[in-house]
T-cell receptor, first 113, second 113 residues
Framework: SQQGEEDPQALSIQEGENATMNCSYKTSINNLQWYRQNSGRGLVHLIL?????REKHSGRLRVTLDTSKKSSSLLITASRAADTASYFCATAPSQGGSEKLVFGKGTKLTVNP | DAGVTQSPTHLIKTRGQQVTLRCSPK?????VSWYQQALGQGPQFIFQ???????QRGNFPDRFSGHQFPNYSSELNVNALLLGDSALYLC????????????FGPGTRLTVL
């Protein structure tokens, strides 16, 4: 079963606009990660935020984590057509073994030129 | 620096057959995890191999089995294929069974007819 739920399921914006995706999860975690997937191929790791962190930046990406609400958001600023992809949040549960990542269903982002 | 590689890229099988998928981890990594991604869904954890042993397993039947070799490469075997096994199979490598950052291969697209 999938732990997380991304919101929205699909998002269409114009180049230069910001894109915000949200993720909710169910159990306590060690960390939360965001991945990008182009055209149903391999996943590319974007950013990791640990359970004791609240915000993290990497280039045009900004991730927030609210463990009390069990939610995270990914903000992509000044979007480009090349950002068109599916974005997944993945959690590393803190119980039941930490070896696995639990993914949500993803947000499909389309950036129109 | 070689990333994660998977073979084959695509595979078509019929119900009841058996299939073997292969994965070579990123250089320096010793842990391999396998995920199944059905169309329109997020990846689901199948199992993880470290030190040639299965360390953790997701909610998959015994028809799914694996192996890790001394050079850290891994195989995923699926017996008695069902139509529902059609999916993208992703291999991810990491260092010492950690979930901090997993590096994913391009995947093997399995179609069961």
């Amino acid at each position: 079963s999938q732990q997380g739920e991304e919101d929205p399921q699909a998002l269409s914006i114009q180049e230069g606009e910001n894109a915000t995706m949200n993720c909710s999860y169910k159990t306590s975690i060690n960390n939360l990660q965001w991945y990008r997937q182009n055209s149903g191929r391999g996943l590319v790791h974007l950013i990791l935020i640990r359970s004791n962190e609240r915000e993290k930046h990497s280039g045009r990406l900004r991730v927030t984590l609210d463990t009390s609400k069990k939610s995270s958001s990914l903000l992509i600023t000044a979007s480009r057509a090349a950002d068109t992809a599916s974005y997944f949040c993945a959690t590393a549960p803190s119980q039941g073994g930490s070896e696995k990542l639990v993914f949500g269903k993803g947000t499909k982002l389309t950036v129109n030129p | 620096d070689a990333g994660v590689t998977q073979s084959p890229t695509h595979l078509i099988k019929t119900r009841g057959q058996q299939v073997t998928l292969r994965c070579s981890p990123k250089s320096g990594h010793d842990t391999v995890s396998w995920y199944q991604q059905a169309l329109g869904q997020g990846p689901q954890f199948i199992f993880q191999y470290y030190e040639e042993e299965e360390r953790q397993r997701g909610n998959f039947p015994d028809r799914f089995s694996g192996h890790q070799f001394p050079n850290y490469s891994s195989e995923l075997n699926v017996n008695a294929l069902l139509l529902g096994d059609s999916a993208l199979y992703l291999c991810a490598s990491s260092l010492t069974a950690r979930t901090d950052t997993q590096y994913f291969g391009p995947g093997t697209r399995l179609t069961v007819l």
